[in-house]
């Protein structure tokens, strides 16, 4: 077992982690500047990670899944704008 703290520090990390892929991704140019400005939404995981280290109950972490699930379609969309846009 990881145990509650390893995973929230796990769960900051694979949140976190993607949108420094995007920027350094942006930056060599492995993928369209447009799409790198996803990074914009980088603020957005604040809350979910906060919530994260606040709360413990099953009913509060189901709610920071779906903050999470709707974060990643946010990403998706703006990587694909992006991508369509150059």
Known sequence: MVGPDRARR????????????????????WIPVLAGVTVVLLP????????????SSPEALIAVLGGTA???????????AGALAT
């Open 10 to 29: 796990l769960y900051s990390i694979l949140l976190i982690a993607p949108f420094a892929l995007i920027a350094v991704s942006a930056g060599l140019g």
């Open 44 to 55: 957005l995981a604040r809350p979910l990670i906060a919530k994260v280290y606040r709360e």
């Open 70 to 80: 709707r974060l990643q379609l946010l990403v998706a969309l703006g990587l694909a």
